[in-house]
């Protein structure tokens, strides 16, 4: 289908028959948010959840010790490779941070399920997870990131893993990072429609 | 907006979706002065829209509020639970109240899946004895449901098929991927399978832009290339000059005056809580089946006992909803979609039309069938759940990779059906629980039937055949009879119809066959509470046709000197 650059989104946009009310200012507005969706170097728009990072960021919800383990679970979830930047590159920290401060079902979930990881580490190897070697690490996460697997005294760990997850993939699928990986090309206007590629179609065997 | 002043309209209408957009429409158009009320705030999606914006635009990243339960770019502000508005259920009632608080009201928030009644559905009593049929018949309503294509705009192919009707369709657009493969498993197995029929409008139609595929309709548009009731009906009709807008304006009740006619409502400013009134000669209720029936209901008086509208007592009674249910899927063909932009209109761009012979099943009515999936954009809530998938979840970069093979890899179905009416499901008012302005509120009793559930449960079988032929991998085990097949709460699908009903006798409905009340005939309805039945289609368009009928017969009543 045809994309449009900022200019051919503003034209399509202005395409409105005279005589209807269409506020500028609007027209202006979204073919903005085209340009920025096209243009991942662009200018950082107000708002925007991801700063260049320059200061640290204090967290309003987490306390120090649950910055810091949030911060290393997030990165063993979605970790730096080749095609993108991890969990924290992305502001997934962050973005929990704002989302606990809102919805206080979450809150319960992430401070008893961290408060489980830190437990289960001192069980096991007398230290937090954070201190623990990367091998003691990744036993725990190996104890409870398969669910179907996983024995049952760890049932508490399975399920604080399990919204950890979907938290995580929430956060940094839905930043520039994270849609730039999947290759998400949509929410824009597009002059016509022309359904499915017809490279897609075959690919798919349709 | 303009303060209302104290003189008489010709026309008081309360509500302004699609019932009562379309009276303000049609009557102002024929020279009314009408005044509108609505209970919410102001509402332009030129300029209030969230089109376009990409999720990290918000540290949300598009999750829902306490206002905005289908997200916080949703353009309908309201929701299951309305803080300082309560309402009540009966013990043992499962029933969830949706409502729009703002200019425009439900048509901010529906899926634009437009369907006609078919010649069947008006007459259902005299073909399965369930129900009762309506006093007018599809002849009757065909004229309004073309002008109705024709003001507002919908896509959709010209099939011929029985009791799913055509309308003037603009082209629909092709099918996404994943709707190739589900076009081509129905072909399969025998079940009708055609493009959606929605609200959007894929040519120039009236003055408003054609659709730019951003796939965004949930969030208003800001070129009108979908229909919501302001910027479709609303703003046209202040155009003329002849429409006073009020917003925030809470109706509390139909006056009447001693020969029992209307005169007007009074209401409440909720910006300063007092009470007001404005008079006029004609008042049409488009509230919403429900609130329309609360206001019936607490319109009061010596002529009116049991409130307006209600010698019959009906008011309240047949209260229905639509019956649903989902179930999705794995397909493993569709791993590895080649990212492409699928977004296309906000809606599925086909669908399944009911196509079974009920002489061959165990339950009456039928279904729609709705299809999801894709690639859509990735906001709060992305692929949740992703340890159901086959590696059983992970962590790392095994992860990682599960998220780019998977995305776009799930179909789901959402199955749309007709409920019979029953006595045991309706509203009435509260005894004793009022809302913050002292308005009464309602109590919700609810019942499904055996005729429900067997319906619901052969959706759930035909969309595990679905997914099965398709050979993917159904998320859930098949709902058991005690968890209802999965039926969704009465309510949850926002379909509610039916608790104003007109009907052929004043014994047994609140309004005659022009959705005028038996008992004052100055009182109209136009919106889903004059509906005796529900369909196995969406009610807006038929909501949308009755409006301009109503509205119709009230300038030519009016022109001849008869209200």
């Known amino acids: 289908m045809s994309e449009m650059n900022r200019r051919d989104a503003l034209q399509h946009l202005l395409a409105v028959p005279a005589g209807i009310a269409i506020a500028p200012d609007a027209l202006e507005r979204a073919a903005d948010h085209v340009h920025a969706a096209l243009d991942p170097q662009g200018a950082t728009q107000a708002g925007t959840a991801q700063p260049a990072r320059p200061r640290p960021y204090v967290p309003k919800q987490f306390t120090p010790d649950e910055w810091r383990l949030v911060r290393m679970l997030v990165d063993y979830l979605i970790p730096r490779d080749a095609r993108s930047g991890s969990a924290t590159d992305a502001g997934v920290p962050e973005f929990m941070d704002f989302m606990l401060g809102e919805y206080a079902s979450m809150r319960t979930w992430m401070r008893n399920g961290l408060g489980w990881m830190h437990a289960e580490s001192r069980k096991r190897f007398g230290t937090s997870f954070v201190s623990a070697s ?13 669910p179907k697997r996983a024995a049952a005294d760890v049932k508490a760990g399975v399920e604080f893993f399990n919204n950890l997850r979907n938290l995580t993939a929430s956060g940094f699928y839905s930043s520039r990072i994270g849609i730039a990986d999947l290759g998400y090309i949509g929410n824009r206007p597009v002059a016509e429609w022309k359904g499915t590629p017809p490279e897609v179609m075959r690919k798919l065997g349709l | 907006m303009s303060q209302p002043r104290n003189d008489l309209y010709d026309v008081a209408i309360v509500g302004s979706g699609a019932g009562g957009g379309m009276a303000a429409y049609q009557l102002t158009k024929a020279g009314a002065r009408v005044v509108l009320l609505e209970a919410g705030g102001m509402w332009d999606n030129t300029k209030d829209s969230a089109m376009l914006k990409m999720p990290y635009d918000s540290p ?8 905005r339960p289908f997200g916080e770019w949703d353009a309908c502000i309201g929701g299951w639970s309305i803080p300082g508005e309560p309402y009540t259920k009966a013990e043992g009632t499962k029933f969830d109240w949706w409502r729009g608080r703002m200019l425009g009201g439900r048509t901010n928030h529906w899926g634009r899946i ?34 109705v294509d024709r003001l507002i705009g919908i896509f959709g192919s010209v099939e011929n ?10 082209p629909a657009p092709a099918p996404r991927y994943y709707e190739h493969l589900v076009k081509r498993t129905s072909d399969r197995m025998g079940i009708t399978c055609i493009p959606a029929r929605l ?34 009906l609303i703003f046209p009709a202040m155009r003329t000059g002849r429409l006073t807008l009020l917003t925030d304006a809470m109706v509390r009740e139909v006056m009447t005056g001693p020969d029992g006619r209307a005169t ?8 300063t809580a007092e009470d007001r009134e404005v008079r006029a000669r004609i008042v049409v209720l488009a509230a919403s089946a429900c609130e329309s029936a609360r206001i019936l209901l607490n319109s009061k008086s010596t002529r009116h006992p049991n409130g307006l509208a209600n010698a019959s007592g009906v008011v309240g009674k047949y209260l229905t909803d639509t019956t649903g249910t989902d179930v999705a899927g794995f397909i493993p063909r569709l791993v590895d979609v080649p990212p492409h932009n699928a977004d296309g209109v906000g809606g599925g761009h086909i669908y399944m039309p009911w196509w079974l012979d ?10 729609h069938i709705e299809v999801w999936g894709g690639l859509g954009m990735p906001s709060y809530g992305f692929m949740g759940g992703i340890q159901s998938y086959p590696e059983g979840g992970g962590y790392g970069a095994d992860l990682k990779a599960q998220y780019r093979r998977y995305w776009g890899a799930t179909v789901g179905f959402s199955g749309r059906g007709e409920m019979i009416p029953n006595e045991k499901s309706y509203c009435e008012l509260d005894p004793e629980v009022k809302d913050k302005w002292g308005i009464p509120v309602l109590r919700f009793h609810w019942e499904w039937r055996d005729t429900e559930y067997k319906q619901v449960k052969h959706m759930q079988e035909t969309f595990r055949a679905l997914i099965g032929e398709m050979g993917g991998e159904v998320w859930s085990p098949m ?16 379909h509610e119809l039916g608790c104003v009903r007109m009907g052929a006798s004043e014994r047994d409905s609140a309004l005659n066959a022009q959705c005028q009340a038996w008992d004052c005939d100055n009182l109209f309805v136009a919106d889903g509470g004059s509906f005796v039945s529900q369909a196995d289609k969406n009610p807006t368009w038929t909501i949308l046709a009755l409006s301009m009928r109503v509205s119709d017969y009230i300038t030519r009543q009016r022109r001849a000197g008869a209200l």
């Not at chain 2, 559905?121 to 002008?147: A, C, T, V």
């Not at chain 2, 309709?217 to 290339?225: F, I, Q, V």
């Open chain 1, 134 to 146: 990367e091998a003691q690490r990744r036993e725990i996460l190996d104890a409870i990131a398969f």
């Open chain 2, 358 to 367: 009920n002489a061959k099943l165990d339950f009456p009515r039928g279904y």
């Open chain 2, 60 to 67: 949300r990243r598009g999750a829902s509020t306490s206002d």
């Open chain 2, 114 to 147: 437009s369907l006609r009644f078919g010649p069947d559905d008006f007459k259902r009593k005299s073909i399965d004895g369930l129900g009762d049929d309506w006093p007018i018949s599809y002849d009757e309503l065909k004229p309004w449901y073309d002008e």
């Open chain 2, 264 to 271: 007007g409502v009074s209401y409440i400013d909720k910006r």
């Open chain 2, 479 to 494: 709902p058991t009879r005690e968890q209802g097949y999965g039926i969704a709460n009465g309510g949850a699908i926002i």
């Open chain 2, 199 to 232: 609200s959007v409008i894929t040519k120039p139609l009236n003055g408003r832009a054609p659709c730019h595929y951003c796939g965004q309709c949930n969030r208003g548009c800001m070129t009108n290339s979908n229909f919501s009731s302001p910027n479709v």
């Open chain 2, 161 to 170: 098929l029985p009791n799913h009707p055509d309308g003037l369709f603009h």
